[in-house]
């Protein structure tokens, strides 16, 4: 089930000049996000012992070198936050921070330290335009899931035929791509502990090319939110771009320390109804 509600944290420059200029958001390639599990390529001695044999070495490397090109290139992703569950006997700082807009570490490191924007997002709606833009290709959306995740070595055994075998170079790609998304909830959706108060939502998709992807977000967006931070000099764009959507547009405060969205504070559409 897509959540009701997501929320993407960018930089201002890229919302102010791509997002919303263009109306669309980008996929990226997977090597691309801040998360080393997905985006480091890994040391090829330091995992495999020489299989004494020079040929089977050197296809030994053409295989990781593949799988790690496949995974890192050719599986685009695009990034959300979403709203955690609401939990009986909840404490005060749980429930203040639930809010996929409430999350200070996410201001801070995705959107230049509270001077960028978090977009709010109809999780339906982009789900319907990702899946009529990029239809032509392999789509999966689902939460991440936090736990120690299995590692990537995990492939030794499952392409251990695959190193005896030796299939041409096609037929190699092929197996892995296969491999992936059969494997995808443990090598896309599984982070460690550590980045649990992401809660994030990702929406994969597979593009055999190394290009992005984009996807038309008109009457996907339901709110901006702009950080604490957010120069007043730019305030303006974010009046206008709210008013030519049609949405609220405000800007998040500190309350006695705690982060405070105040919607609709730049502008707000039902208000100016009300004054007709």
Same mark, same amino acid.
């Given at each position: 089930?897509?959540?009701?509600?997501?929320?993407?944290?960018?930089?201002?420059?890229?919302?102010?000049?791509?997002?919303?200029?263009?109306?669309? $958001?980008? =996929?990226?390639?997977?090597?691309?996000?801040?998360?080393? +599990?997905?985006?480091?390529?890994? &040391? !090829?001695?330091?995992? =495999?012992?020489?299989?004494?044999?020079?040929?089977?070495?050197?296809?030994?490397?053409?295989?990781?070198?593949?799988?790690?090109?496949?995974? %890192?290139?050719?599986?685009?992703?695009?990034?959300?936050?979403?709203?955690?569950?609401?939990?009986?006997?909840?404490?005060?700082?749980?429930?203040?921070?639930?809010?996929?807009?409430?999350? &200070?570490?996410?201001?801070?490191?995705?959107?230049?330290?509270?001077?960028?924007?978090?977009?709010?997002?109809?999780?339906?709606?982009?789900?319907? *335009?990702?899946?009529?833009?990029?239809?032509?290709?392999?789509?999966?959306?689902?939460?991440?899931?936090?736990?120690?995740?299995?590692?990537?070595?995990?492939?030794?055994?499952?392409?251990? +035929?695959?190193?005896?075998?030796?299939? +041409? $170079?096609?037929?190699?790609?092929?197996?892995?791509?296969?491999?992936?998304?059969?494997?995808?909830?443990?090598?896309?959706?599984?982070?460690?502990? !550590?980045?649990?108060?992401?809660?994030?939502?990702?929406?994969?998709?597979?593009?055999?090319?190394?290009?992005?992807?984009?996807?038309?977000?008109?009457?996907?967006? +339901? *709110? $901006?939110?702009?950080?604490?931070? =957010?120069?007043?000099?730019?305030?303006?764009?974010?009046?206008?771009?709210?008013?030519?959507?049609?949405? *609220?547009?405000?800007?998040?405060?500190?309350?006695?320390?705690?982060?405070? &969205?105040?919607?609709?504070? $730049?502008?707000?559409? %039902?208000?100016?109804?009300? !004054?007709?």
């Amino acid at each position: 089930m897509i959540p009701t509600e997501l929320c993407h944290y960018t930089k201002k420059d890229i919302a102010l000049e791509k997002i919303f200029y263009e109306g669309k $958001i980008k =996929f990226n390639q997977l090597g691309r996000t801040n998360d080393p +599990k997905e985006s480091v390529v890994y &040391p !090829t001695v330091t995992y =495999f012992p020489s299989l004494g044999d020079k040929n089977a070495d050197e296809y030994y490397k053409l295989l990781v070198n593949e799988f790690q090109r496949i995974q %890192k290139e050719e599986w685009k992703v695009l990034c959300m936050t979403m709203h955690s569950p609401k939990k009986k006997n909840q404490n005060k700082e749980a429930s203040t921070f639930r809010y996929g807009w409430n999350r &200070p570490v996410m201001w801070a490191h995705y959107a230049e330290n509270n001077s960028g924007v978090c977009i709010i997002f109809d999780g339906n709606k982009l789900y319907t *335009s990702i899946k009529s833009d990029l239809r032509q290709y392999k789509l999966i959306s689902k939460k991440v899931c936090y736990e120690k995740p299995s590692t990537q070595i995990k492939y030794y055994d499952d392409f251990q +035929k695959v190193i005896k075998e030796q299939p +041409k $170079i096609a037929d190699l790609r092929a197996q892995i791509r296969k491999h992936l998304e059969e494997k995808h909830a443990e090598y896309f959706f599984s982070k460690f502990s !550590t980045w649990r108060d992401e809660t994030e939502y990702r929406f994969l998709v597979h593009n055999i090319s190394n290009q992005d992807e984009f996807v038309n977000i008109h009457g996907a967006i +339901k *709110s $901006i939110l702009v950080g604490s931070n =957010f120069p007043k000099v730019y305030i303006p764009s974010i009046e206008k771009i709210a008013m030519e959507l049609n949405i *609220s547009a405000g800007k998040m405060l500190w309350t006695n320390g705690i982060p405070t &969205p105040q919607f609709g504070s $730049i502008y707000n559409p %039902k208000k100016l109804k009300a !004054t007709k």
